[in-house]
């Protein structure tokens, strides 16, 4: 459930923030205590939860996915396939999302845009590494945190 976090840039994903309905069976609840941690200079990027001894974003490579499947007690195809399809959805639905939220409101469109540019990113990083690819050089330095002023 973490690989759902990584996007957005939730570091703080932790136990307590899983929940489970009952309703005629059990069922994961809808997920509550979201935000982007790593838009924020002062809250670490850091993960509450590590993967597969991963702590940050930029630790993970190709040879975290199996580790993380292992540990899990999952097929490592598996988990990989799962943290792709994830990272496409994620990045398959930032653009409408975006829009939808400018327009529905005041919010500002040029940090939209970055936090935008920020999931997009993050959830090239994860596909890519899911896909047993390592990330360039350079795609793997970009920026991925900037401080945001208070006054805005």
């Known amino acids: 459930m973490t690989s759902r976090h990584q996007p957005i840039g939730n570091a703080d994903a932790h136990g307590k923030n899983f929940s489970l309905l009952y309703d005629d069976g ?3 609840a809808p997920f509550y205590d979201l ?3 790593v838009a924020y200079q002062d809250l670490s990027p850091t993960f509450a939860m590590k993967i597969a001894g991963c702590g940050t974003l930029d630790e993970i490579a190709p040879a975290t996915w199996p580790k993380f499947a292992r540990d899990i007690g ?5 988990v990989r396939g799962r943290v ?23 919010l500002d469109s040029r940090e939209t845009r970055r936090f935008v540019d920020l999931i997009t990113k993050r959830a090239e990083l994860l596909a890519t590494t899911a896909s047993g690819e390592t990330p360039s050089l350079a795609f ?12 805005k």
């Not at 999952?74 to 598996?78: E, K």
Request: aromatic share 4%.
């Open 26 to 28: 059990w069922h994961l």
């Open 35 to 37: 935000l982007s941690t």
């Open 74 to 78: 999952m097929a490592a195809p598996y």
């Open 84 to 106: 792709r399809a994830l990272a496409n959805a994620a990045r398959e639905h930032v653009e409408r999302v975006a829009t939808d939220l400018l327009n529905a409101s005041a």
């Open 140 to 151: 793997s330095r970009r920026p991925l945190r900037r401080r945001i002023r208070a006054d």
